[in-house]
């Protein structure tokens, strides 16, 4: 670059790098810099998102771009509708080249794998240099986590949550102890909830103009997208991020601990952070968050278990699950240690079954573009293990539906965590459960039709046959599994009709499953000639849609 080059740099900031301090424009000058935002159809639709997860991301986007041209940045902001749209990263970066005739393109690196794919081919596409720089907005670099993941069998988020606290001395005496003795009390996470029980009301954010230019356009432009519209109230801004977190930290965070796993009919987020949206999209900082749980603890408003639980959350799940993506992509996509092909069941789109449990969970995934933690884990995927439902069918299902959904967070989850499909790398065994767990854990049970005591037959609750059926038709890979191996000594103690009845009573139930009609996951463009192997190599590995 000559000395008295005066093109600019040009800036593409993606829509979940949402961060003033993001490293690609972090000591940059206003007068040399063009940042470039892009709302483009290949990423609205490489699954057909939730409405409400596009229209936080549009108009997320589009208040952070008016935020920075108000502190005098220049942006170059391409809406969906601009009659030019050339639909993809690389499209559109290539339209911004021709424009400004930039000296350099600097961006930080996608937090999803199709997408990086395409960025690192800029430096072969652009005639000027191409500067791809990490995403410092994690506790543990990618490189740190592939040193720490080398020559590890198994890659237990325990060890490396450990390391994250050492690293950032959250919860750490002076003399390198955890703070209390313990470093995890996740035994103390787990009380069922209380009869009546609810959580004080969240702030909610009422769309302003600009959000409802957002609903407006989604409503028009992705109808056939799954979700509801009906209300918006995600923070999409820093502001109101910002305000959602004092409302955690003032009211919620005391009860957070013991009731994190604890589910209640009709009450969506209990006493969870609802923060996850805000923290993906860049609107907050992760360890600021962990800092403020832990100052909490110190002024004695919340105790021990809660802020724990909390910071394991974050820096022990969050930034593991990345660290697990990068290091087992792209293969992960693909997995499927336990060779489950059936169909995603209809029910999943549209909440229509008698399991009490499983329609709830729907409805609020529908009507909230969120389900909670143990909602997520214990009943969706739950079920999803048990019927041996694809593994691509169902992580499709997982990154269309919630408005925190990225591939990098959304797949470890799905296929390591809840679907087994790594075969244990992630998991020391199957998140698998009966009817008993989600009857303890929640108040779900007493308004279903089936009864969770029941264990076979006309009203059993369908998880205890196809508990069962799920154990048997694994035994081979899990009886030696030190932590589930002894559940078929029970198995082989039960008499023969007994056991026959499990089988038959799952089988039954089985074949009561019906597959998705309406294709709800896949863009109409990705769907021809789909198979779920077909649409793993397009929609996912293959990075079809971004050439
Ligand atoms: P809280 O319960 O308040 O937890 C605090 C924070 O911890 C969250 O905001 C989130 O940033 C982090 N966190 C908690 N658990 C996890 C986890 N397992 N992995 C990563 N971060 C975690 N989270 C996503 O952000 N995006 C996803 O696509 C996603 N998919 C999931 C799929 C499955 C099958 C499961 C079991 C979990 C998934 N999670 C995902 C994790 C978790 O369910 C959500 O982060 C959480 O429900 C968000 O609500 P919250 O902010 O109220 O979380
Ligand atoms: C999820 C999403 C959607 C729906 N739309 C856009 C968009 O139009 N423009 C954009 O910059 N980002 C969008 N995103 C988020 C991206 O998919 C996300 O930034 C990448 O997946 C990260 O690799
Ligand atoms: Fe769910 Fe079974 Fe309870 Fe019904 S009985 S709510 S299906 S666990």
Redesign the pocket.
Known sequence: MAADDNRPILVPVLGDQLTRTLASLRGRTKDDTVILMMEVWDEATYVKHHKQKIVLIFSAMRHFAAELEDAGWQVDYVKLTDPDNAGSFTGEVARAVERHDPRAIHVVEAGEWRVQQAIEEWPDKFDCEVKILPDDRFVASLAEFRDWAEDRNQLRMEYFYREMRRKTGLLMTDDGKPVGGEWNLDSENRKPPKDGMSAPERPKFEPDEITQQCIDLVREKFADHFGSLDKFEWPVTREEAEEAADAFFAERIENFGPYQDAMVAGEDDLFHSMLSTSINLGLLDPLELCRRAEQSHKDGKAPLNSVEGFIRQIIGWREYVRGFYWHQMPHLQRANALNAQRGLPEFYWTGET?????ADCVRSTRDNAHAHHIQRLM?LGNFALLAGISPPEVQDWYLVVYADAYEWVELPNVAAMILYADGGKLASKPYAAS?NY??KM?N??S??????SKKTGEGA????PLYWHFMVRHRERLENNPRVGRIFSTWDRMDEDKRQDYLDSAEAFLATLEPAGKTWAKSSRAQAGDTPQQNLMTNHGGCAILT
């Open positions: 008698d399991m009490a449990c499983l009943v009817g989600i009857n929640s779900y049970c308004g279903c039709r089936y009864s969770p609750c369908p998880f205890n």
